[in-house]
């Protein structure tokens, strides 16, 4: 764990510096409000997901399933993971049309608030019924920042510094979560010998609680009063029709496919990379912390890179570029034969395959009118979220049933495939 921890140390030095250097005093008030907004959320909601498929199975729901009406017995686990994904598709094109009329801001806001409640429901009620309640209202929570972020980033931004701010907001977003996990690793066992509860299930529970503070707060500076706009800000978008909406979606369907097939190998894989470190090393608490801490802290440093090489490749030559590089390092973490080289191999691999993807969401805000772009956004993030509708509950089947192995050569398929996707819809002479 030594040279991890050292990466992690030479990885948030850069990407201090890399914030220091960086145009931060030339956004707006908006903008950089939003960006702590994001920090905040990022970072609680981090905390909790280190630890959610922990306590799952500290409470014994890898081993429990339910019955579900023309399905029959799904696995539990699979399905928590998976729910939080269904309810967001499902109320997706309600809260894209809502969105024209209560605002990003007030969005923004709501999401907070409702991801809060979600850890909070976690942490007080951990039956299957209101473990499943919850996780089905973090799905619209997501869907709320999933489509106001980017449009709210277009509107509150010049031309000149948007590729700056997409890729600020994306490294922030990954450092933040690493600095989540990083705090939450010894979260667990600070808290339980601080309230005298036993370790397992009750840690985690309250490590939830904890984790749900930083996203409350997260709302707070959006609440703040608007300041005065330094530039004239163009006037809101005539509202769209659903029939426009769904028009507008049929015609972004570009835009989704390789995202569509990233979440399908994802889910698959990444949301199990805790239970996979645990269970092949035997990794601790705090050791998963650092671990999860340095890849986010790597992926963010490299993101702020974004800008640079979106000026020698092009946005989405440099999508392909650094997710191409990721398929290789992905298969070599499957056979890595210690915990520190696991951990390095997995830290190179979420800054390949992460650090170029603010470009895409800039390059499709771009491409797509401003009435429409919360529709587009979301259709994006949907489409990265969709795999994790079916994906958990294969991944907790074959896990039981073969281990880890077929899933990492899935995974790596389906992104080699997304890789292949982008290079040939988007790179062909006046795409870029």
Same mark, same amino acid.
């Given at each position: 764990?030594?040279?991890?921890?050292?990466?992690?140390?030479?990885?948030?030095?850069?990407?201090?510096?890399?914030?220091?250097?960086?145009?931060?005093?030339? $956004?707006?008030?908006?903008?950089?409000?939003?960006?702590?907004?994001?920090?905040?959320?990022?970072?609680?909601?981090?905390?909790?997901?280190?630890?959610?498929?922990?306590?799952?199975? =500290? *409470?014994?729901?890898?081993?429990?399933?339910?019955?579900?009406?023309?399905?029959?017995?799904?696995?539990?686990?699979?399905?928590?993971?998976?729910?939080?994904?269904?309810?967001?598709? $499902?109320?997706?094109?309600?809260?894209?049309?809502?969105?024209?009329?209560?605002?990003?801001?007030?969005?923004?806001?709501?999401?907070?608030?409702?991801?809060?409640?979600?850890?909070?429901?976690?942490?007080?009620? &951990?039956?299957?019924?209101?473990?499943? *309640?919850?996780?089905?209202?973090?799905?619209?929570?997501?869907?709320?920042?999933?489509?106001?972020?980017?449009?709210?980033?277009?509107?509150?931004?010049?031309?000149?510094?948007?590729?700056?701010?997409?890729?600020?907001?994306?490294?922030?977003?990954?450092?933040?979560?690493?600095?989540?996990?990083?705090?939450?690793? &010894?979260?667990?066992?600070?808290?339980?010998?601080?309230? %005298?509860?036993?370790?397992?299930?009750?840690?985690?529970?309250?490590?939830?609680?904890?984790?749900?503070?930083?996203?409350? +707060?997260?709302?707070?500076?959006?609440?703040?009063?608007? =300041?005065?706009?330094?530039?004239?800000?163009?006037?809101?978008?005539?509202?769209?029709?659903?029939?426009?909406?769904?028009? /507008?979606?049929?015609?972004?369907?570009?835009?989704?496919?390789?995202?569509?097939?990233?979440?399908?190998?994802?889910?698959?894989?990444?949301?199990?990379?805790?239970?996979?470190?645990?269970?092949?090393?035997? /990794?601790?608490?705090?050791?998963?912390?650092?671990?999860?801490?340095?890849? %986010?802290?790597?992926?963010?440093?490299?993101? +702020?890179?974004?800008?640079?090489?979106?000026?020698?490749?092009?946005?989405? %030559?440099?999508?392909? @570029?650094?997710?191409?590089?990721?398929?290789?390092?992905?298969?070599?973490?499957?056979?890595?034969?210690? @915990?520190? @080289?696991?951990?390095?191999?997995?830290?190179?691999?979420?800054?390949?395959?992460?650090?170029?993807?603010? +470009?895409?969401?800039?390059?499709?805000?771009?491409?797509?009118? =401003?009435?429409?772009?919360?529709?587009?956004?979301?259709?994006?993030?949907?489409?990265?979220?969709?795999?994790?509708?079916?994906?958990?509950?294969?991944? /907790?089947?074959?896990?039981?049933?073969?281990?880890?192995?077929?899933?990492?050569?899935?995974?790596?398929?389906?992104?080699?495939?997304?890789?292949?996707?982008?290079?040939?819809?988007? *790179?062909?002479?006046?795409?870029?």
């Amino acid at each position: 764990m030594g040279r991890l921890c050292y990466h992690t140390g030479a990885t948030f030095r850069a990407y201090r510096e890399a914030i220091r250097l960086r145009s931060m005093p030339s $956004l707006t008030r908006p903008a950089r409000r939003y960006l702590l907004y994001a920090a905040l959320l990022t970072s609680g909601l981090a905390i909790s997901g280190l630890f959610y498929n922990l306590l799952l199975v =500290e *409470l014994g729901y890898d081993r429990h399933g339910i019955r579900l009406p023309l399905v029959g017995e799904a696995p539990l686990l699979g399905l928590l993971n998976s729910l939080p994904v269904l309810a967001a598709a $499902l109320s997706s094109l309600p809260l894209w049309w809502a969105m024209q009329w209560i605002g990003l801001r007030p969005a923004l806001i709501a999401s907070a608030l409702l991801h809060a409640v979600a850890l909070l429901g976690v942490a007080l009620w &951990p039956a299957p019924g209101p473990l499943l *309640l919850c996780a089905a209202l973090s799905g619209p929570a997501s869907v709320l920042f999933q489509v106001s972020a980017a449009p709210f980033m277009m509107r509150h931004s010049r031309p000149a510094e948007r590729d700056t701010l997409f890729a600020l907001n994306g490294a922030l977003i990954i450092g933040a979560a690493g600095l989540g996990n990083l705090i939450g690793g &010894p979260l667990p066992g600070i808290v339980a010998g601080f309230l %005298g509860l036993p370790p397992g299930a009750a840690a985690y529970r309250a490590t939830f609680a904890v984790a749900a503070a930083p996203v409350a +707060l997260a709302a707070l500076p959006l609440l703040l009063p608007a =300041e005065p706009a330094s530039t004239p800000q163009p006037p809101a978008p005539a509202p769209v029709s659903v029939t426009g909406l769904v028009r /507008a979606a049929f015609g972004a369907w570009h835009f989704a496919l390789s995202p569509l097939l990233i979440s399908l190998g994802a889910a698959l894989l990444i949301p199990f990379l805790n239970l996979y470190f645990r269970q092949r090393y035997d /990794a601790a608490d705090i050791a998963l912390g650092i671990i999860f801490a340095a890849i %986010g802290f790597a992926t963010g440093a490299a993101t +702020l890179l974004g800008p640079r090489l979106s000026r020698r490749f092009g946005k989405i %030559g440099s999508v392909v @570029l650094t997710q191409g590089l990721a398929v290789p390092c992905l298969l070599l973490l499957g056979l890595a034969p210690t @915990l520190w @080289l696991a951990a390095t191999v997995a830290l190179i691999r979420a800054a390949l395959m992460n650090m170029a993807m603010p +470009l895409y969401d800039a390059y499709a805000m771009e491409r797509t009118g =401003e009435a429409a772009r919360p529709m587009v956004i979301g259709l994006i993030k949907g489409a990265f979220s969709a795999g994790y509708i079916i994906g958990p509950p294969i991944s /907790a089947f074959v896990q039981q049933q073969y281990g880890f192995g077929p899933l990492f050569v899935a995974t790596a398929c389906l992104y080699a495939s997304a890789t292949l996707a982008n290079a040939l819809i988007f *790179l062909r002479p006046g795409k870029q």
